[in-house]
């Protein structure tokens, strides 16, 4: 805890000291004997008594708690004068890998979709300062939102997606499509995706989570699917395959689906596979990546708290003593005022019966 006025206080803690000093050789001066004083003997005896050396003690103990205090009070007043304050220091850490979710919004993978977007949710659990972004692609690709670490607005729009392919929504993925005929372009979908990475000349871990049927519908894409595996080779982007259960009946449409995904260093799986999302995750944690390290940040508040406690504690001890003076004096005892003087004896001349006669 540091001071941010040190010399100030100083400054009153030696008035302070002074003041002190004063009163004390005052009160030593008033405090000599008068020359007009009655001297009394044989005191001694009256100092040896039980009762007379039990209240000397008392008021010992009480002017030693009434002086503690004050000096609690004096010395928490100086002390916050001196405005104590504490610095925080906050540095800020971020992972540099980027993950794009790449999801194939074709007709025939909207009943999946709603499952797949519960996979994304839980990949986005196990993420810690990844940046990461959602793709959606058919004929077209289409950003849902960019590349963030806002996991809250990432999972409210992961929400948002999975309510829309639940009802069949095709105007939230209007866009995916050019009309043309042309769905489930896999290979295209792929380039998208890894065409959404920005900071392109710097060293970051990047990855590609691709959801598909691997089942393109209508002319020829523009990539092919292992022009597509090459091109983000090149990019150092991995890719990871989310396969729809229905490939485990097409064994050719599954097999290139896993060598594209696999020969790019990533991994595939089935949706619904145990496992999948650890093994996606243990191979983002491989990825390589720099960790950026803001630079500290400085923050001074002020923290009376201590000062105001020694205050508090004073005071209260000052309030105790006064109370316990009070009740020792029979000033503030229990019950006084309710007292009722007791009934003077009656006199003789009262006391006798009207009709006798005093001879």
């Not at 496992?275 to 996606?280: C, K, Q, R």
């Not at 390290?293 to 020694?310: C, F």
Request: aromatic share 8%.
């Amino acid at each position: 805890m540091d001071l941010k006025w040190p010399v100030v206080g100083a400054i009153v803690l030696v008035i302070t000291l002074v003041v002190v000093a004063a009163i004390v050789v005052l009160a030593a001066r008033v405090h000599r004997r008068p020359a007009d004083a009655v001297l009394v003997a044989h005191t001694a005896r009256l100092r040896r008594l039980p009762r007379f050396r039990e209240l000397a003690t008392q008021q010992r103990w009480l002017s030693w708690w009434q002086t503690a205090g004050i000096a609690l009070a004096v010395i928490g007043c100086i002390w916050l004068i001196a405005r104590p304050q504490t610095t925080d220091i906050t540095q800020n850490r971020y992972s540099t890998r980027d993950i794009v979710l790449c999801l194939d919004a074709s007709t025939s993978m909207f009943d999946e979709d709603t499952q797949v977007t519960q996979a994304y949710s839980q990949l986005v659990d196990g993420l810690d300062g990844e940046r990461v972004s959602l793709v959606l692609w058919s004929d077209a690709a289409v950003t849902v939102f960019p590349l963030t670490d806002d996991y809250g607005w990432v999972q409210d729009e992961l929400a948002r997606a999975g309510r829309a392919f639940a009802l069949g929504d095709q105007e939230y993925v209007a866009g995916t499509y050019l009309g043309k005929e042309r769905a489930s372009l896999i290979s295209d979908g792929i380039v998208s995706c890894v065409k959404r990475f920005d900071l392109s000349n710097s060293e970051r871990g990047r990855a590609v989570i691709v959801a598909s049927d691997n089942d393109p519908q209508g002319g020829p894409p523009v990539y092919t699917l292992p022009e597509a595996t090459e091109f983000a080779k090149e990019r150092d982007v991995q890719l990871y395959g989310i396969g729809s259960a229905d490939l485990s009946f097409h064994e050719d449409k599954r097999a290139t689906f896993d060598k594209a995904m696999t020969d790019t260093g990533g991994t595939f799986s089935l949706l619904g596979d145990d496992g999948s999302i650890d093994s996606i995750l243990a191979g983002i944690d491989r990825l390589s990546a720099d960790e950026v390290v803001e630079p500290p940040k400085y923050q001074v508040r002020d923290a009376p708290g201590w000062p105001i406690a020694t205050i508090v504690v004073g005071v209260l001890m000052l309030i105790a003593g006064w109370v316990y003076a009070l009740v020792r004096s029979g000033r503030l005892s229990p019950g006084s005022s309710s007292r009722s003087t007791p009934a003077a004896a009656p006199s003789p001349r009262q006391a006798r019966p009207p009709n006798e006669v005093v001879r």
